[in-house]
């Protein structure tokens, strides 16, 4: 079973920009689709951004294409999202999730492993 730890979390300034890190133990982070989602109080959790196995094709969310990029090391076992221009509507518990079997990308329900979150607060 997989193991997902986010990091890089934190409170920054509207502008500001962020990496966050989510780190796979207990098996490959290569035999997974990868992504990133975000979840506000009392909100639907959301799909910000995922990559494909190999990490040649990214997809975003429309709220956060053009500022966020997903990204993967298959060596380190680690997925990263670096975020750009942040906006204090960003500010959400961000979660990494992987997807074994890609039959679909943008709902919780098509991901079979998760990790705990890290908050992101973006001040304006």
């Known amino acids: 079973q997989v193991q997902l730890e986010e990091s890089g979390g934190g409170l920054v300034q509207a502008g500001d920009s962020l990496t966050l890190s989510c780190a796979a133990s207990?098996?490959?982070?290569?035999?997974?689709?990868m992504a990133w989602f975000r979840q506000v109080a009392d909100k639907e959790r959301a799909f910000v951004a995922g990559?494909?196995?190999?990490?040649?094709?990214?997809y975003y969310g429309e709220s956060t294409e053009g500022r966020f990029t997903v990204s993967r090391d298959n060596t380190k076992n680690t997925l990263y999202l670096q975020m750009d221009g942040l906006k204090p509507e960003d500010t959400a518990v961000y979660y990494c999730?992987?997807?074994?079997?890609?039959?679909?990308?943008?709902?919780?329900?098509?991901?079979?492993?998760w990790g705990q979150g890290t908050q992101v607060t973006v001040s304006s």
């Open positions: 207990g098996g490959a982070l290569r035999n997974y689709f």
């Open positions: 999730a992987a997807n074994k079997d890609w039959s679909g990308i943008y709902h919780v329900s098509e991901y079979d492993y």
């Open positions: 990559i494909t196995r190999s990490g040649q094709t990214p």
